[in-house]
């Protein structure tokens, strides 16, 4: 198994899927990554959370963001700061590459349901509900074909880089076949918060503090597990 070295400003592609790397520690990528064992059917529960600290580095926060951490902060402590500061990128950054890889996805989709600014055609509901049962049953096959329908409509739209977060959350990014290329541990988290920073921004500016501030909202409620995954059951 062989993982991508990817580097900022780095171009990534699987398929038809692009997406451009900004991620500032790319070591801890690396170093991160080493600890792994390969197990693409890990579960969300068993990944290592960051502290505060670690989060400031991995995540891409503005100078302002930066300036009002504390080394006493808890990641939970540090997004409310961010919020009332208004610094609601940087929030949604933290959030975003703090909450393990599938609540982060949960989060990403409920985000593209809550705040969309128009109404979700047939293909963007049949992307969402593709990486539900992904959600549902993390399997190798669910992944994959999230990531083929996504593809199918030429990613052009925020449902389909939340399956594209689904697919980057663990396996391989290459075709199947072909030797594999382990996505950067961060990745999922980076095209999670560029998807929820995407919709917060899309429409009226007016109304875009609202926008962020549901996302934010919901992301709390993933994060305390008051918005729980979608079981298998359901």
């Known amino acids: 198994t062989k993982e991508a070295s990817i580097m900022d400003g780095d171009e990534i592609a699987a398929g038809h899927s692009k997406f451009v790397a900004t991620s500032r520690h790319l070591a801890r990528q690396q170093e991160s990554a080493s600890e792994e064992d390969g197990d693409a059917s890990e579960t969300a529960e068993t990944e290592t959370r960051p502290t505060?600290?670690?989060?400031?580095?991995?995540?891409?926060?503005?100078?302002a963001a930066l300036a009002l951490f504390r080394p006493e902060l808890t990641p939970e402590q540090f997004v409310e700061l961010l919020i009332t500061n208004k610094l609601y990128v940087d929030?949604?950054?933290?959030?975003?590459y703090y909450l393990p890889k599938q609540e982060a996805i949960w989060w990403c989709?409920?985000?593209v349901e809550s705040v969309s600014?128009?109404?979700l055609g047939e293909q963007e509901t049949s992307v969402l509900d593709a990486t539900t049962r992904w959600l549902k049953d993390p399997s190798e096959q669910t992944r994959r074909s999230a990531r083929t329908i996504a593809e199918d409509m030429n990613l052009d739209n925020a449902a389909c880089y939340v399956a594209a977060s689904a697919f980057y959350s663990e396996g391989s990014m290459a075709p199947e076949g072909l030797p594999d290329v382990?996505?950067?541990?961060?990745?999922?988290?980076?095209?999670?918060?560029?998807?929820?920073?995407?919709?917060?921004a899309d429409g009226d500016p007016a109304s875009a503090?609202?926008?962020?501030?549901e996302l934010l909202r919901l992301g709390k409620?993933?994060?305390d597990g008051s918005l729980a995954l979608p079981s298998a059951e359901e």
Not at 91 to 96: S, T
Not at 188 to 195: D, E, H, L, P
């Open 91 to 96: 929030a949604i950054k933290i959030l975003a």
């Open 52 to 63: 505060a600290e670690e989060l400031c580095e991995i995540a891409p926060l503005k100078d």
């Open 182 to 200: 382990t996505p950067a541990p961060t990745l999922t988290g980076q095209v999670v918060a560029a998807t929820l920073g995407f919709l917060a």
């Open 221 to 223: 409620e993933v994060l």
């Open 109 to 111: 989709l409920r985000g």
């Open 209 to 213: 503090e609202e926008r962020y501030l």
């Open 117 to 119: 600014t128009h109404e």
